[in-house]
């Protein structure tokens, strides 16, 4: 699937969570720890204990067309949401990662 080939007019990038290397996200009453790359956004973690960076978020473009968002193209709201998406997988993980053992 082809990136959003252009931005939209008056788009102007998020600045949010620049210079951010690690985010406390509340969830349930408690705070999750996540990892941030400075280009690609919130890092997931994985089953085998390893950092990923989360999928790029699909959205429809101009026209009606579909198409992928990289982290610096998404708008302020689309960063919390992918964030709040990467907690929770994180969260889910860890409980997963110590009930194994």
């Not at 009453?29 to 978020?57: A, F, R, W």
């Not at 992918?82 to 194994?100: F, G, S, T, V």
Request: charged residues 25%.
């Amino acid at each position: 699937m082809a990136l959003v080939p252009h931005e939209p007019a008056g788009f102007s990038k998020s600045t949010l969570y620049d210079g951010l290397k690690l985010v406390m996200v509340p969830l349930n009453e408690e705070e999750e720890e996540v990892q941030m790359d400075p280009e690609k956004g919130p890092l997931v973690l994985q089953l085998d204990g390893t950092l990923t960076h989360l999928q790029t978020v699909r959205g429809i473009a101009g026209g009606g067309q579909i198409g992928e968002k990289l982290w610096p193209q998404m708008t302020s709201t689309e960063q919390t949401c992918a964030l709040y998406i990467c907690a929770k997988k994180n969260r889910y993980i860890k409980d997963r990662l110590e009930h194994e053992k």
